[in-house]
């Protein structure tokens, strides 16, 4: 069966155009300006870009902070759209590979920098649409990543109307939450890493950084990476210590040792692999 067109084609091109405007000359506009970024333009889409590709809840705001911070300029986190929709449908059915990358040329045009995990499944096609684009996974042990996901106000009613979790990403519905939480670390975190690691194997630019490691100031692989100075390696870290307060779920020295087992089984190996890549 054909692979899919991308959805709703039109609305994403007019929510990644700034100053889009209504009526047939604005859109007339918008779509010339999607032929000349997505297929004309060759030479801009062979600048350098970089993608901070990760599962969430890892610290992807507060790279993008870090880099503000150090006046790095083309930085986004999450930018809209942000295709949060197309990248978890593209994990489960993919989507026409061709509409993909033009629809990757358009909407991230302007990027330096971006940590999306909206992304996550749509290294290929980034680096078809950008053939001199970098490449960082960042991660963060499975236990915080976890703790952060099982806080939300309603976890139950958050798995059954997340568009994250109604395909495969997370395992079976009928599993509890925190189990389903780990499959899907792993699923998102597998899928990132295998699609980082033929890009690097094809000799692209690929980079391992665990989220610990930038919170503690080692900077000096990514200022490598990505070609800045980042006089200010570190910053307040405003949302990944440890919490115990009402209503949050408790961090891991707290947890059942059945609920341990249960990470390690689902998440420590992988784990485990991407702290030896870093």
Same mark, same amino acid.
């Given at each position: 069966m054909d692979s899919p067109a991308v959805p709703?084609?039109?609305?994403?091109?007019?929510?990644?155009d700034a100053d889009a405007q209504s009526g047939l000359r604005g859109q007339l506009r918008t779509w010339r300006r999607y032929v000349k970024r997505s297929l004309v333009d060759t030479r801009d889409c062979s600048r350098p870009r970089f993608f901070c590709q990760n599962s969430g809840a890892c610290g992807s705001t507060y790279i993008v902070?870090?880099?503000?911070?150090?006046?790095?300029? *083309?930085?986004?986190h999450e930018k809209a759209p942000d295709l949060n929709e197309v990248g978890v449908r593209h994990f489960d059915h993919p989507y026409d590979s061709r509409s993909l990358v033009r629809l990757l040329r358009y909407t991230r045009h302007n990027v330096f920098f971006e940590?999306?995990?909206?992304?996550f499944s749509l290294s290929p096609e980034l680096v078809q649409a950008f053939p001199q684009a970098g490449f960082i996974h960042l991660f963060r042990h499975p236990a915080a990543a976890l703790r952060s996901a099982m806080s939300k106000p309603n976890v139950e009613h958050y798995l059954r109307t997340n568009v994250r979790?109604?395909?495969?990403l997370a395992g079976?519905?009928?599993?509890?939450?925190?189990?389903?939480?780990?499959?899907?670390?792993?699923?998102?975190?597998t899928r990132i890493h295998d699609d980082l690691s033929t890009i690097d194997r094809a000799g692209g630019n690929?980079?391992?950084?665990?989220?610990?490691?930038?919170?503690? *100031?080692?900077?000096?692989?990514?200022?490598?990476?990505?070609?800045?100075?980042?006089?200010?390696?570190?910053?307040?870290?405003?949302?990944?210590?440890?919490?115990?307060?009402?209503?949050?779920?408790?961090?891991?020295?707290h947890w059942t040792s059945q609920q341990r087992e249960q990470l390690d089984s689902v998440c420590g190996e992988l784990y485990r692999k991407l702290v030896a890549l870093r």
């Open positions: 709703n084609l039109s609305k994403l091109l007019q929510q990644a902070e870090l880099l503000s911070d150090n006046g790095v300029k *083309g930085i986004f940590a999306n995990n909206r992304l979790f109604s395909g495969s079976e519905k009928e599993m509890d939450p925190f189990v389903r939480f780990c499959h899907y670390w792993t699923n998102v975190n690929v980079m391992w950084l665990e989220f610990d490691d930038l919170v503690s *100031g080692k900077v000096e692989s990514l200022e490598s990476f990505l070609g800045v100075e980042l006089q200010q390696s570190t910053r307040p870290p405003a949302n990944v210590g440890p919490v115990r307060t009402e209503g949050k779920f408790p961090t891991a020295e």
